[in-house]
């Protein structure tokens, strides 16, 4: 197992990847990225990935790389850690600058790409379902930097995560100005209730989660009725199941919000069946 990062197309062992503290993502969290996990040793989703990706840099108003060389270096990164299964961070920062605050002053983007192996949650999670809380938080106004950009901002995340275990529970949901819940801290919501599977639409302000979509897109043809509607609070305590998603916990069921248990308080069958949905996707669409 190795821990490897590829900075501007040199790989070294992580303890010896270094990169100048002038860099904007740094300083500034001026920086955009992409979390992307192997099934069967092959990166999933690459090109939806990328595709965020080069949506997260037009917002920012940054040029990326050409698509041609990420994917090659991805490649080439996941080769050089020879994991079984990978977890690949992609990140591009605007570049190295005078600490200005002007985009302008920024030099050539910076493209590190960091392969481990990948850990994902322990099965028990799966079985026994989480806690969150809802701690408070806003998440980022759209006018503001739009939550939709995977930027290397995530401070309002860190403060949720940090007052979710400083309370006991495992993760926090993500409210908007309005104070309804948009999603979780590194994952996307949903709940089940009436009969249907709902999340919030993308207006509501939330990244736009490869792991989201896919479930909207394959839920209907597994006879599941799925409608993206905001959600409040009050909707998530009432939910009989309630469960994120995201590329490392494809689907993972929740049993308790702020101390409320959720339906039966146990992981229920929606919450496994799409779990199963979306692994025997991922599995499916590999070549052998
Ligand atoms: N996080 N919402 C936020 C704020 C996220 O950071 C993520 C992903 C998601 C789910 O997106 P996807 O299904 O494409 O993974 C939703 C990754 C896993 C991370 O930052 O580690």
Do not use: W
């Amino acid at each position: 197992m190795s821990f490897v990062i590829n900075i501007n197309g040199e790989i070294f062992p992580a303890e010896e990847a270094r990169l100048s503290v002038l860099d904007r993502g740094f300083l500034y969290g001026d920086s955009v990225y992409e979390v992307i996990r192997t099934y069967k040793g092959r990166p999933f989703a690459l090109e939806r990935h990328l595709e965020r990706l080069t949506q997260s840099a037009e917002r920012l108003a940054f040029i990326l790389p050409p698509m041609e060389q990420l994917r090659n270096e991805l490649q080439r990164t996941i080769e050089r850690g020879s994991n079984e299964e990978s977890y690949c961070r992609l990140v591009v920062t605007r570049g190295c600058g005078p600490i200005d605050l002007d985009p302008a002053t920024a030099a050539a983007p910076n493209l590190i790409i960091y392969v481990k192996a990948l850990e994902l949650p322990g099965e028990s999670l799966y079985e026994k379902g989480v806690t969150v809380i809802i701690p408070g938080v806003r998440r980022m106004a759209p006018r503001a930097a739009h939550p939709a950009i995977k930027s290397g901002n995530y401070l309002n995340s860190v403060l949720a995560v940090g007052a979710a275990r400083r309370q006991g529970a495992f993760d926090a949901l993500m409210i908007d100005s309005s104070g309804n819940v948009t999603e979780g801290t590194a994952s996307n919501l949903f709940i089940y209730s009436g009969g249907t599977l709902k999340t919030p639409p993308l207006e509501a302000g939330l990244l736009a989660g490869v792991t989201r979509r896919l479930i909207l897109e394959l839920a209907h043809q597994n006879g599941l009725d799925t409608v993206e509607v905001v959600i409040s609070a009050e909707d998530v305590y009432g939910a009989q199941e309630v469960m994120l998603s995201s590329t490392l916990r494809e689907v993972l069921p929740v049993i308790s919000v702020d101390g409320r248990t959720i339906g039966s308080g146990l992981c229920g069958p929606v919450a496994k069946k799409l779990r199963r949905i979306v692994r025997d996707y991922a599995l499916s669409t590999l070549p052998d």
